[in-house]
């Protein structure tokens, strides 16, 4: 029996009939906890500095209090109200999806522009073209637009700034600073990121006004929920064979493995296809079309792997993905932490798999700091690294007593890069 709207979570927070019924038609059962705190906050109309995991729930946390307030904001003609700005393609188009399923049973439709570099400019001033209540767009495509007289950012009455740290992190620090200078200063401002460094500290000090900060439990450093993390050590040779070996007697139906350089998503996809797997490259050099086109495919199960550069990392939301793969390991803690947060997401489980050599030891170890979790790490049999490739993991708190030999002590400094 379905629930009348007055009684779903969502309804108790505050939100319209129409909002709450779209809400429950995209699944939403239950609030996430960074949606239950931020929402009734910003329909207050309060600036908020949201920190939270990826796969938590943050677009829905911003978007049901965009569109709520926009339906009770409708003026005789159509100007934009509201601005999400991120990092990528991927995540604009997602963002916008999500804006507009959501907004599906409002009074009024709302027009939503999602605009993003890497495709012709003209499609998307064409789609502006009288207005759009909504803008989501990447930071640089934004500018070029603004310059072109395709939009206007003066009537703005709502910023949401979505991925803050990888804005940041990306080089979008001037082409912020020249959009935000062309908003109105009297608006209400929306910050989510999954980390919260010092420099997006000090954005958002330069252009929140007494924001009330939203974080959640599972702060930036903590394992997240519900993936299994398992490190397995291999020679760097035999990494391919390997990966291989796992998806096939894992029977892995989808995976996303992350490499370090677009040379290597090739190489690697193309030996994947030649052993009989569907596998597809995806990274920054492929047109917007064909990253497109990779995404559904392996959303669709037609493709069964895709090796992945850390563009990756953020924005990507493939539903019931079941396992990553760090076939190279990520520059940075925060990366690994981005990577391996595309599987386990809404609440399912995951698993994620990193593979170690002896060149990477040294730099696992400091991701596992940095997340305060030791990995198990495993060898699989017919792949084990070649004798002494890897120094010994010995277990929590050392082997008492026992004395260094000088080959134990090369084999350490091997693995730190000193030798």
């Known amino acids: 029996m379905k629930l009348p709207a007055a009684s779903s979570p969502f309804a108790e927070l505050g939100l319209s009939a129409a909002l709450v019924r779209a809400a429950s038609q995209r699944g939403y059962v239950a ?110 495509r934004l500018l070029d637009l603004v310059e072109r007289n395709a939009v206007k950012l003066d009537d703005v009455n709502l910023l949401v700034l979505d991925e803050a740290d990888r804005l940041l992190d990306e080089g979008f620090a001037e082409e912020l600073a020249r959009l935000t200078a062309l908003l109105p200063p009297r608006r209400q401002s929306l910050f989510f ?58 029977q892995w139906p989808r995976v996303l493995v992350f490499v370090a350089t677009r040379y290597a998503s090739e190489h690697v996809a193309d030996k994947l296809r030649r052993a009989g797997l569907a596998a597809a490259a995806f990274h920054g050099d492929l047109s917007q079309g064909a990253r497109t086109r990779v995404l559904a495919e392996l959303n669709s199960g037609a493709l069964r792997v895709v090796l992945a550069t850390d563009m990756a990392a953020r924005g990507l939301h493939i539903p019931g993905l079941p396992v990553v793969v760090n076939y190279d390991l990520p520059r940075s803690p925060t990366d690994y932490t981005h990577r391996i947060g595309r599987t386990g997401r809404a609440g399912a489980t995951g698993l994620a798999v990193s593979f170690v050599t002896a060149a990477s030891e040294a730099h696992f170890r400091l991701i596992e700091k940095r997340q305060g979790q030791r990995v198990p790490r495993e060898r699989v049999a017919g792949f084990e690294p070649g004798e002494a490739a890897l120094p010994a993991s010995p277990p929590e708190g050392g082997i008492k007593g026992r004395r260094k030999s000088k080959k134990d002590k090369l084999r350490e400094a091997a693995a730190a890069g000193k030798a």
């Not at 005789?76 to 990092?87: E, F, I, K, N, S």
């Not at 709302?110 to 989501?136: I, T, Y």
């Open 31 to 140: 609030p996430t906890p960074i949606q239950s705190a931020a929402i009734p906050l910003a329909l207050e109309g309060r600036d908020i500095v949201g920190c939270a995991q990826t796969g938590s729930g943050k677009t829905a946390a911003f978007a049901l209090p965009l569109l709520q307030a926009l339906d009770t904001w409708r003026p005789a003609w159509r100007r934009t109200y509201a601005l999400v700005l991120v990092p990528t393609r991927e995540l604009a188009a997602q963002v916008g999806e999500t804006i507009r399923a959501l907004a599906v049973h409002l009074a009024d439709p709302v027009k939503v522009a999602v605009v993003f570099g890497g495709v012709s400019v003209n499609p998307q001033m064409m789609g502006l073209r009288g207005g759009a209540e909504v803008v989501v767009a990447t930071p640089g």
């Open 193 to 250: 990121s999954a980390t919260f460094p010092p420099a997006v500290q000090q954005l958002a000090d330069g252009l929140l006004h007494d924001p009330v900060r939203v974080e959640m439990p599972a702060t930036p450093g903590d394992e997240p929920p519900a993936i299994e993390q398992h490190a397995v050590e291999v020679d760097t040779a035999q990494r391919t064979p390997l990966l291989r070996h796992m998806i096939e007697q894992g």
